[in-house]
């Protein structure tokens, strides 16, 4: 029997891990499944792709019942970025009107959404969000743009949870706002699965949702969930059409050619196994105290202040502070993040936002306190070395 949570998990235990929120990581018995899976593929791939869209169906209700959503409202897509990118394609932007995101959106999501508005002939409206701002402050300040736009609004894009800043946005809230406004409503929910317990429920009538699986719920990597409700979702088409597209969604989704699908039809064991190993409510539990304690330990061994970081906290991922001019730039945080993990054996991940550099903590149910107060050790002298 596994004497640590991290036997569960195929991951190098020299290693401190403590990004589980950029890549996940996935159980042994779930390894065991896609191996098994892919055996089956491989042995009569005929009689595998004859029957894959049905496995796929069935593990998509299975997922969608983890979501609480009906599975007619969910299809699978590989992550929350090719879920974006399939709404912004189906969707018709009106020339000259405007798309509403935050500066804490996720990168290749703003990307996608300067591309699909410069087709249209729209533009992006980029709101600042402080990362001390309260709910209700961020709120207001969607309320207030949204009713000073200059052009209608077509299209707001808001993050459930931010990747970058580890901020928990009242998504709900702004939804009401910008369905007053006459906007649609897609929410990047890339962090939200297993992280909360019911993240659709705190979205309100938001029209699109996408949410990765294979961050928090640990399943393997390429299973999302894009979630559509009302008669928009008959306009969502997979990025490759193949020969599901005639019909309706979700089923269009179920059938990919001959992409390797194996990671859909594994998804519903790590459901499965954190629930039997941890129970989801405990996890969520354990994980949201280690992530507050974890930042209060690396803000000390740093001696900066989260206070400015403390508005709207996601639950299992934090923001610490790196001191002044440490980090500048999303290069210098990548160099940093590499020597952390040569000289000191820690995997982090390291951002930065408008200029500042921050050490973003996760916690998952391998971590313990003792990964933290290793990187609190040594983390003020490998600072030290990296700027030498």
Request: hydrophobic share 45%.
């Amino acid at each position: 029997m596994p004497s640590h949570p991290l036997d569960h998990w195929a991951l190098d235990p020299d290693i401190r891990h403590l990004n589980h929120g950029s890549f996940g990581a996935v159980p042994r018995t779930v390894i065991e499944e896609l191996h098994a899976l892919r055996a089956e593929m491989e042995a009569n791939p005929d009689r595998w792709f004859r029957g894959l869209p049905e496995r796929v169906a069935r593990a998509r209700t299975d997922i969608a019942g983890y979501l609480h959503t009906p599975a007619q409202t969910l299809a699978l897509v590989p992550n929350a970025s090719a879920g974006v990118s399939t709404v912004l394609a189906s969707l018709e932007l009106p020339r000259g009107s405007e798309v509403v995101i935050t500066d804490h959106a996720y990168g290749a999501v703003a990307m996608g959404v300067a591309r699909a508005a410069a087709r249209a002939g729209a533009r992006v409206r980029t709101l600042h969000v402080p990362l001390d701002a309260t709910s209700d402050q961020i709120t207001a300040r969607f309320a207030d743009a949204l009713a000073d736009a200059q052009a209608p609004t077509s299209l707001v894009v808001v993050d459930q949870i931010t990747s970058a800043t580890a901020r928990l946005l009242p998504v709900a809230d702004i939804t009401r706002h910008a369905h007053a406004a006459g906007a649609l409503v897609l929410v990047d929910g890339a962090h939200a699965p297993g992280m909360l317990a019911d993240p659709l429920a705190q979205t309100g009538d938001a029209d699109f949702w996408v949410g990765n699986l294979h961050k928090w719920p640990c399943t393997p990597r390429g299973t999302a969930a894009l979630v559509a409700r009302g008669d928009l979702a008959q306009e969502l088409y997979p990025l490759t059409d193949s020969w599901g597209s005639p019909n309706p969604f979700p089923l269009r989704f179920d059938q990919q050619g001959t992409v390797d699908l194996t990671s859909w039809l594994a998804a519903p064991r790590s459901l499965e196994f954190v629930e039997k190993q941890f129970g989801w409510e405990a996890a969520r539990g354990r994980i949201t105290e280690l992530a507050g304690e974890a930042q209060r330990m690396l803000a000390d061994a740093l001696g900066t202040d989260t206070a400015a970081v403390g508005g709207s906290e996601a639950p299992a991922m934090r923001l610490v502070p790196l001191p002044d001019g440490t980090v500048t730039d999303q290069a210098a945080a990548h160099a940093l993040q590499r020597h952390l993990s040569v000289t000191i054996g820690c995997e982090t991940a390291v951002t930065t936002w408008h200029g500042r550099g921050y050490l973003r903590l996760s916690a998952h149910l391998y971590n313990d306190r003792a990964d933290y107060a290793h990187l609190a050790d040594h983390l003020p002298a490998a600072l030290t070395e990296a700027a030498a």
